[in-house]
């Protein structure tokens, strides 16, 4: 199985014409032993290379490429299979764009085309190429900072009672995550995730219950997390409930309810974000709509949460447009080294600019996550690394500082 790779990177220090030939010819040997071909393009600073060859041996190579000290920044940007080598004949070639202002206009494309490939216009590998050759790539790549400036120290959640005893009554218990701004130093609000009452899963608080039972459940069961926010003392801080989109449409009067629950806890609805899962289809959307609006007149908030890991995505934004959207863990996990997902995830910042809505980035669990997605204008982030679910309570929270900053 022929596969092919394509990524880039920052190179550490600078190199110098000669320096960079002989580190290609030296890669050049040891590609060939593994029947790996492919080509390099160096700026004067980023590298993009493109490797071919047997599926194992392109990773090893990938993964030696990784652990140079001298590339920084790695993304990877293509991985996929091919019929063919798109470069047969060249063990790695080096195109050094500093002495090469045609790009790869003048690649000789004869051999290709004489391996069976046919043409590479169209080819989405070669696009890729070009596009960095030609420099527009930095229009729309986001390169995080380095993380070494950053230590990450632990302060106490700021509320008078982080800890709660839990009701043994209860047919469920939450518990409460930080969503913090990174930029200011703040809690921006908590969410209260929903826990059987010996804390596993919330599918197992729904198991046995009709249809209609499950969405009034969902409902009713949010007058324990409010009651867990008064007792924790969250004052002015802002409340996350997740709730089934069809629970505000099948279950009579719902918002109305909804509002009931939060005065009987001494809450206010500007205070509560109703988080809407998108992985439910909206079957019903116009009655869906109708309850988001009646939300927003009485002061909550409206999240879209998960989003790109369901049903709805685009097409739901389309329709009614949340405060905020929650960027799914499985698109942010491991996103600083990972191309596809940093276009899309940069494609979700631009639009959601454009219509004045937060962003949120969901499972943030590594340092280089943070630092790539603060950089490419995530505004809020919730993950392990700040802070991990509390049973009942809120657990202290770790915020990144300069270390610079703090020495100076």
Excluded at 22 to 30: I, T
Excluded at 88 to 102: A, E, F, I, S, Y
Excluded at 161 to 182: E, G, K, N, R, Y
Aim: charge should be negative.
């Amino acid at each position: 199985m022929l596969s092919i790779l394509i990524y880039r990177s920052r190179m550490n220090s600078q190199i110098a014409q000669g320096e960079l030939a002989d580190l290609v010819r030296e890669a050049r040997g040891a590609n060939e032993a593994r029947a790996v071909t492919g080509i390099l393009l160096f700026d004067g600073v980023h590298v993009l290379q493109m490797l071919e060859g047997p599926d194992r041996a392109v990773q090893q190579v990938y993964e030696k490429i990784a652990g140079d000290p001298r590339h920084g920044h790695i993304v990877r940007l293509l991985q996929d299979y091919a019929p063919c080598r798109r470069f047969p004949q060249w063990g790695m070639r080096l195109v050094d764009l500093r002495t090469h202002p045609q790009g790869l206009t003048d690649l000789s494309l004869e051999s290709v085309n004489a391996a069976g490939t046919g043409t590479l216009v169209g080819d989405r590998a070669y696009k890729l190429m070009q596009v960095f050759a030609a420099g527009r790539w930095r229009d729309h790549a986001t390169e995080s900072g380095d993380t070494g400036r950053w230590r990450f120290v632990r302060h106490a959640a700021p509320f008078p009672h982080p800890d709660v005893p839990m009701d043994a009554s209860a047919p469920c218990q939450f518990a409460l995550q930080p969503i913090v701004d990174t930029a200011s130093g703040r809690i921006s609000s908590l969410e209260a995730l929903m826990r059987s009452p010996d804390g596993a899963p919330p599918r197992t608080c729904f198991e046995g219950l009709t249809q209609e039972e499950r969405y009034r459940f969902d409902l009713e069961s949010k007058a324990h997390a409010f009651e867990l926010a008064s007792k924790v003392g969250i004052g002015a801080c802002k409340l996350s409930i997740n709730l089934l989109p069809m629970s505000l449409v099948h279950v009579p009067g719902a918002v109305d309810r909804l509002a009931e629950l939060i005065a009987l806890h001494g809450l206010k609805p500007q205070q509560i974000m109703v988080e809407i899962t998108e992985d439910e289809a909206i079957s019903h959307l116009v009655a869906f709509q109708a309850a988001v609006r009646r939300l927003r007149e009485i002061g909550i908030s409206v999240v879209i949460d998960d989003f790109g890991a369901g049903f709805a995505g685009l097409s739901l934004l389309s329709r009614f447009q949340p405060d905020k959207l929650k960027i799914d863990r499985q698109i942010v996990s491991g996103i600083h080294a990972d191309g596809p997902r940093q276009a899309i995830v940069r494609a979700i910042v631009g639009c959601c600019r454009s219509l004045g809505i937060t962003t949120v980035a969901e499972g943030v669990e590594t340092a280089e996550e943070w630092c790539w997605l603060q950089a490419a204008g995530v505004d809020l982030f919730q993950g392990f690394l700040f802070a991990r679910p509390t049973l009942n309570g809120v657990s202290a929270v770790t915020w990144p500082e300069a270390i610079d900053a703090k020495a100076a």
